[in-house]
């Protein structure tokens, strides 16, 4: 049974910082990109930024483009989200993924869509007050 588990989620003001973390379990387990995506209240679930593990490459959304960082320990099955210059509008439930090896033809096209994601984390709640 393959497991996410997020943490680092919390209350802070606007203008802060917080540091998420992803860790997927079993020895078994791999992936072909992890991301994150966030759900605030009454919206729907939305995509935030992802990193494909061969070679790195990763895509945010404009939103949080230069103000959050995606990276990753392959070696650990582990991806952080660096979130700096935190603003109200990104408080919401953030929630880990990841997508199967079998995506990975059309993963470039596809990346910002729930659907590509095979496995889900329970989420982190995080507040950005004003």
């Known amino acids: 049974q393959v497991q996410l588990v997020e943490s680092g989620g919390g209350l802070v003001q606007a203008g802060g910082s917080l540091r998420l973390s992803c860790a997927a379990s079993?020895?078994?387990?791999?992936?072909?990109?992890m991301g994150w995506f966030r759900q605030a209240p009454g919206k729907e679930r939305e995509f935030v930024t992802t990193i494909i593990w061969s070679g790195g490459r990763t895509y945010y959304t404009i939103p949080v483009k230069g103000r959050f960082t995606i990276s990753g320990d392959n070696a650990k099955n582990t991806v952080y989200l660096q979130m700096n210059s935190l603003k109200p509008e990104d408080t919401a439930v953030y929630y880990c993924?990841?997508?199967?090896?079998?995506?990975?033809?059309?993963?470039?096209?596809?990346?910002?869509?729930?659907?590509?994601?095979?496995?889900w984390g329970q989420g982190t709640q995080v507040t950005v007050s004003s």
């Open positions: 079993g020895r078994t387990f791999s992936s072909y990109a």
């Open positions: 993924a990841a997508a199967s090896p079998s995506i990975s033809g059309v993963f470039s096209r596809n990346y910002y869509l729930r659907s590509v994601y095979e496995y």
